[in-house]
Structure formats: structure tokens, C-alpha cells
Antibody, heavy 119, light 105 residues
Framework: EVQLVESGGGLVKPGGSLRLSCAASGFTFSNAWMSWVRQAPGKGLEWVGRIKSKTDGGTTDYAAPVKGRFTISRDDSKNTLYLQMNSLKTEDTAVYYC??????????WGRGTLVTVSS | EIVLTQSPATLSLSPGERATLSCRASQSVSSYLAWYQQKPGQAPRLLIYDASNRATGIPARFSGSGSGTDFTLTISSLEPEDFAVYYCQQRSNWHFGQGTRLEIK
């Protein structure tokens, strides 16, 4: 089955760190560009960042609100995508979705994992 | 930075009616625009890409049109399961519009 399954969400204090994981299956993960998209409670969708496949350079790109604080990485041997989140702020509270990119569109989504930043 | 503006914010219609949702870009995005559907408690789902191409498994009642700065998602005859929030997205910087909520009248 083609799917993405996120894990690692939870409650963290402002200034803290958290690492999200996304396990991919049913497609050739190593060839895929991957991305994270988040959604604050009751709000719209916000792109967080993306990572290219290693064959395309493996480079990353981030949205302005998270640049310098969040890092996306991948382990193709484990078919897993990561999102390392540091210096978390209350405004980072959201459901974080792992997504696969196809021609720059998000064609596969996980169910999401909730990150709550609160003291 | 290209900004996408969706209208209306909320659309109230009845099953069987035709729905027309709009997405306007602050500058031309050519045909590089997608539409997503999100139901409560679920992840979004890709409906339309490159303005007018239906994604795999998407019913034919969903259609997209437009190019440049003005785009439309049309649902020809609303089914009960179509009531949801719809987002447009352009691929130059992956940003989304703010969404249109399609609700039952």
C-alpha cells in the first residue's frame, strides 16, 4: 500500500526541540522529492519545506517562518523522512503532514502528527 | 512572492447544484496550479494539477480551468461527500490559498 505515516508529535515547551519522522511505503522513496506541510488549528495549509531526491542533489528549501530553525533530512535506506524542529515557538503549533511531491505538487499525504508548543 | 486569493471564503449550496470556486494569483503562474480537497479530520487530497488535469481516481464531476492569474474549480453536480474545504496551490513557492469552505445549504 502506498502510504506515509508520521510520528513524533507531542507537547513541547517554547524554545524546545522535537524531531518528526515519516515512514514511507509502496513507492520508490529514494526517487521522491518530499515535503512537510503544516496546519495550525482551524487554519489553512502552510508549506514548511522540501528535500529533493539525492539523485537530484538532495538539497533543501524552507519557508521563511521556519528557516534556520527547522531541518529536513532523509534516510533512503530506511525509507524515512525527518523534520528536526529547534527553537520552537507557540506559533509552530500545528498538525504536521508529510507529503510526497510529484512535479511540484503534493500528490500523497500522511495523516499528520500534532505538535503543540506551550508552557 | 506570489499570493493566491480564493473566493468566496464560504459557498453554501445544495446537493445536485453546480459549484464554482475561484483562485486568483497576484502574478502569472502560467498553468502551474493545483486544487486540493480537505474533509474534517482528514489530510488534504490532490484533485487537479496543472490547472486542468484530474489526479488519479478523481471523479469526472471535478474540473479545473484557467491560466495566468485566474483559475476555477468546478464541481458539476454536488454529491454529499463533496462538502469540504478546497485549497489552491501554486508550484513556484508551494504556497496555498486561504481556502474556500463549501457547505451544505
Amino acid at each position: 500500500e502506498v502510504q506515509l505515516v508520521e510520528s513524533g508529535g507531542g507537547l513541547v515547551k517554547p524554545g524546545g526541540s522535537l524531531r518528526l519522522s515519516c515512514a514511507a511505503s509502496g513507492f520508490t522513496f529514494s526517487n521522491a522529492w518530499m515535503s512537510w506541510v503544516r496546519q495550525a488549528p482551524g487554519k489553512g495549509l502552510e508549506w514548511v519545506g522540501r528535500i529533493k531526491s539525492k539523485t537530484d542533489g538532495g538539497t533543501t528549501d524552507y519557508a521563511a517562518p521556519v528557516k534556520g530553525r527547522f531541518t529536513i533530512s532523509r534516510d533512503d535506506s530506511k525509507n524515512t523522512l525527518y523534520l528536526q524542529m529547534n527553537s520552537l515557538k507557540t506559533e509552530d503549533t500545528a498538525v504536521y503532514y508529510c507529503t510526497k511531491l510529484l512535479n511540484w505538487y503534493f500528490d500523497l499525504w500522511g495523516r499528520g502528527t500534532l505538535v503543540t508548543v506551550s508552557s | 512572492e506570489i499570493v493566491l486569493t480564493q473566493s468566496p471564503a464560504t459557498l453554501s449550496l445544495s446537493p445536485g447544484e453546480r459549484a464554482t470556486l475561484s483562485c486568483r494569483a497576484s502574478q502569472s503562474v502560467s498553468s502551474y496550479l493545483a486544487w486540493y480537497q480537505q474533509k474534517p479530520g482528514q489530510a488534504p487530497r490532490l484533485l487537479i494539477y496543472d490547472a486542468s488535469n484530474r489526479a488519479t481516481g478523481i471523479p469526472a464531476r471535478f474540473s479545473g480551468s484557467g491560466s495566468g492569474t485566474d483559475f476555477t474549480l468546478t464541481i458539476s453536480s454536488l454529491e454529499p461527500e463533496d462538502f469540504a474545504v478546497y485549497y489552491c496551490q501554486q508550484r513556484s513557492n508551494w504556497h496555498f490559498g486561504q481556502g474556500t469552505r463549501l457547505e451544505i445549504k
